[in-house]
T-cell receptor
């Protein structure tokens, strides 16, 4: 199947700093990618849709100035958590759909804000 | 509101048993439904994708069915193995924009 990578896999940062997470589709192009957030023992919640060449679309309740998304190319989307706080600690996962509509997910990034 | 529900939340069975995981969803006008597996602390692995026009899909020991009229999907696992232990997530694409709404997952444990 298709491969989606994320970097870093784990990051610990101090409160107030910004953290960038990369999502790459390794063997296919993706004009659209999705960013999800998962709290412990809970399901995935969609945060935003990343669109190549245009602005991201955010779900209701997600602060666009807090979670900056840039879809720089057909294989790369980045999520920047700005001025991170402990409540931003979570597991962030990206996904990308192929032409066959199956969605492939990255391995996730665990963020811990101290 | 478009919602996806999975029952049970957790399931523990002996190795070798056949089992069924359930997924229900509001709004029968779905585009497609996908089953995923998630191991602890890991990302998601796609298992099966069922399009709106299909009634079932099979891959190895896995079979997923879709009944839009009743708003249900089931994932059947035959001859379960300890390696099948994981959380299984059902996700529905309601609008064709490829955004997925996830159920809460079923945490499956297969006991040797």
């Amino acid at each position: 199947g298709a491969v989606v990578s994320q970097h870093p896999s784990r990051v610990i940062c101090k409160s107030g700093t910004s953290v960038k997470i990369e999502c790459r589709s390794l063997d296919f192009q993706a004009t659209t990618m999705f960013w999800y957030r998962q709290f412990p023992k809970q399901s995935l919640m969609l945060m935003a849709t990343s669109n190549e060449g245009s602005k991201a679309t955010y779900e209701q309740g997600v602060e666009k100035d807090k979670f900056l998304i840039n879809h720089a190319s057909l294989t790369l989307s980045t999520l920047t958590v700005t001025s991170a706080h402990p409540e931003d600690s979570s597991f962030y996962i990206c996904s990308a759909p192929t032409n066959q509509e199956t969605q492939y997910f990255g391995p996730g990034t665990r963020l811990l804000v101290l | 509101k478009q919602e996806v529900t999975q029952i049970p939340a957790a399931l523990s069975v002996p190795e070798g048993e056949n089992l069924v995981l359930n997924c229900s969803f509001t709004d029968s006008a779905i585009y497609n439904l996908q089953w995923f597996r998630q191991d602890p602390g890991k990302g998601l692995t796609s298992l099966l994708l069922i399009q709106s026009s299909q009634r079932e899909q099979t891959s190895g020991r896995l079979n997923a069915s879709l009944d839009k009229s009743s708003g249900r999907s089931t994932l059947y696992i035959a001859a379960s193995q300890p390696g099948d232990s994981a959380t299984y997530l059902c996700a529905v694409n309601f609008g064709g924009a490829q955004k997925l709404v996830f159920g809460q997952g079923t945490r499956l444990t297969i006991n040797p």
